[in-house]
């Protein structure tokens, strides 16, 4: 079964850090690019960060640029999301997809930034 399970969120206040993980199996990872996306409440889901799938081109959203680092371990079929000096509008349930072929979205990891 084709499936990527998110998790590493929690509670943070502003300027703190988080590492989100994205666990993948059931197809060929390597293979394939990964993105990163979040949705805040009552807003569109958003694309943050995008990776290619040998991990050598990675692309992030103004919002994040600077401060989030995407990165992947093809061996271990893992993407994570380095996040530092979070601020509260990053503050969003977190997704990680591949975009070429769609899996149905998990449940995400909640990421809430508040002091």
């Known amino acids: 079964q084709v499936q990527l399970v998110e998790s590493g969120g929690g509670l943070v206040q502003p300027g703190g850090s988080l590492r989100l993980s994205c666990a993948a199996s059931?197809?060929?990872?390597?293979?394939?690019?990964i993105n990163w996306y979040r949705q805040a409440p009552g807003k569109e889901r958003e694309l943050v960060a995008s990776i290619s799938s040998g991990g050598s081109i990675t692309n992030y959203a103004d919002s994040v640029k600077g401060r989030f680092t995407i990165s992947r371990d093809n061996a271990a079929k893992m993407v994570y999301l380095q996040m530092n000096s979070l601020k509260v509008e990053d503050t969003a349930v977190y997704y990680c997809?591949?975009?070429?072929?769609?899996?149905?979205w998990g449940q995400g990891t909640q990421v809430t930034v508040s002091s």
């Open positions: 997809n591949r975009p070429s072929r769609l899996v149905s």
């Open positions: 059931g197809f060929t990872f390597s293979t394939y690019s």
